[in-house]
């Protein structure tokens, strides 16, 4: 009996390299995956990923195994390899980048007689470019300040209607400096100015005294980077892109097209902003942290016209791939699909569905 093992790309000998290569690096410099690298608490992710790269073709393994843990790569990886799981749970075979022509759909989906029944395309949706960079010079400063022995909390004041720059790290040493001699000093302070930066001493809301982190350092809550309107817009026009571009081949090859859709965590947008959208629900969702002084810019919405996607008709219907371990997913057929999918990949096991908005 064959009882071999999948390959361990990410068991203990890769663990320990992450460690050592980038654990003695201040967390602004290193990946930031690292956390789901090394924890103990992600190995079922990181036995997840062996055991889907298994399951491709040597070649693809070895590159998704090289990139994967770039940030640019991360979440686009594990949503493309969740939703060829998902196509599998359903009782598929399915073949990685089959090649069409001068086309290469993520996933092309194969019936018992190995005839293909489904095209599958998956897409991202990733935050704005520069987002991540952002995120890890905040993270810098972040860590500086904690070096500071004062037990604050700091946010930063800034101006409502657009999200302050992130500073460089010669700017957020300077700061630091500024900051330390300044809570350091015996005059009290509630507001502290640095490098064109203001920075807030925060209060406790019940009590009105400065509040104090457990510890002994000074605690910056930066700017999320992540403020602003959630909002199912923008993936639905890059779903439309991937059904502009696959159309010709599905209708030639007389094959339902499918978009398996997931997001980076950092985007905020979950399903039910899918579900909105898809059912004209006059909605806004706004995502915003305790560090953030924008949030927003100004919205116009029409309650009596809520925006509404309609999938266009050449799309079968989008597969959402959760971004959370154990990856789950759901599905949303288009009622008026010219080629739908077989009842079996349509088949789901955890959604509920109203049947009046034609959900599955």
């Known amino acids: 009996m064959d009882t071999e093992r999948p390959l361990r790309r990410f068991g203990p000998q890769f663990v320990a390299e992450q460690r050592q290569r980038y654990g003695k690096r201040p967390p602004e410099s290193r990946m930031l995956s690292y956390d789901l690298a090394v924890l103990e608490e992600y190995e079922p992710w990181r036995i997840w990923l062996d055991e889907q790269l298994a399951l491709l073709p040597a070649s693809a393994a070895d590159t998704f195994a090289a990139n994967l843990w770039r940030d640019q790569n991360f979440w686009p990886d594990f949503i493309e390899l969740a939703a060829g799981a998902a196509l ?4 598929f075979s399915v073949e990685f980048e089959r ?8 996933w092309t989906v194969v019936g018992e007689n190995g005839t293909p029944v489904a ?17 890890r010079a905040w993270h810098g400063l972040v860590e500086r300040l904690k070096q500071v022995p004062v037990p604050v909390v700091l946010t930063v004041g800034g101006d409502p209607s657009r999200p302050p720059a992130a500073p460089d790290a010669h700017t957020s ?27 807030l001493l925060r209060a406790d809301p019940l009590s009105g005294q400065a509040m104090r982190p457990p510890g002994m350092s000074t605690i910056l809550v930066p700017p999320s980077n992540m403020a602003g309107v959630v909002s199912a817009q923008p993936l639905t026009a890059r779903i439309a892109q991937k059904v502009s571009k696959y159309r ?28 909105d959208l898809l059912q004209g629900v006059a909605t806004i969702s706004v995502q915003f942290d305790f560090g953030d002084s ?6 116009e919405v029409d309650p ?8 266009p008709s050449d799309l079968a219907g989008v597969l959402w791939v959760r971004n959370d371990f154990p990856f789950t997913t759901a599905w949303r057929p288009n009622p008026v699909a010219a080629a739908p999918v077989p009842p079996a990949l349509a088949f789901q096991k955890t959604d509920s569905f109203d049947p009046a908005v034609g959900l599955v």
């Open 88 to 91: 599998r749970q359903r009782g």
């Open 99 to 106: 090649q069409w022509g001068t086309l290469t759909p993520d």
């Open 119 to 135: 095209l599958v395309e998956v897409l991202t949706h990733s935050p704005q470019k520069g987002t991540t960079a952002k995120i």
């Open 173 to 199: 040493k300077k700061i630091a400096q500024d900051l330390r001699r300044a809570l350091l000093s015996p005059v009290h302070r509630t507001e502290f100015r640095s490098e064109g930066y203001t920075f």
């Open 248 to 275: 010709t081949l599905a209708r030639e090859a007389g094959l339902p097209l499918i978009v398996a859709a997931g997001a980076d965590r950092f985007t905020g947008l979950q399903l039910q902003h899918l579900d």
């Open 294 to 299: 924008f949030i927003h810019h100004p919205v």
């Open 304 to 311: 009596s016209n809520p925006p509404r996607w309609t999938m």
